[in-house]
């Protein structure tokens, strides 16, 4: 299993439409084999601020992922246009 927590923050005023976008994204990657858990959360205090935690089956549905319509229509094609910052990292289970 391999893990991806992904940081964000929206450009000022762009957080309602980032929220809807990630509600998308996630209810279309849930449904993808290889996904085993996707989760879109916004902070409580900072509404800017987004955190994004998926798990895989490994590192080919990561990559199946990242190559699928839904993905590329709404991060790459939408959110990513629509922060200021973004950080992801990869884990691994213990």
């Known amino acids: ?11 000022a005023g762009e957080e309602p439409r980032v929220a809807e976008l990630f509600q998308q994204l996630q209810d279309e990657s849930r449904k993808e084999p290889g996904c085993l858990l996707y989760v879109a959360q916004q902070h409580l205090e900072d509404p800017r601020k987004f955190l994004v935690y998926e798990q895989y089956r490994d590192h080919a549905a990561l990559h199946a992922h ?5 993905f590329q ?6 959110i990513y246009k629509l922060v200021e910052y973004r950080e992801a990292e990869l884990y691994r289970p213990l």
């Open 1 to 11: 299993m391999i893990c991806l927590c992904v940081r964000l923050t929206a450009k």
């Open 66 to 70: 990242r190559a699928t319509g839904h």
């Open 73 to 78: 229509r709404f991060a790459e094609g939408e």
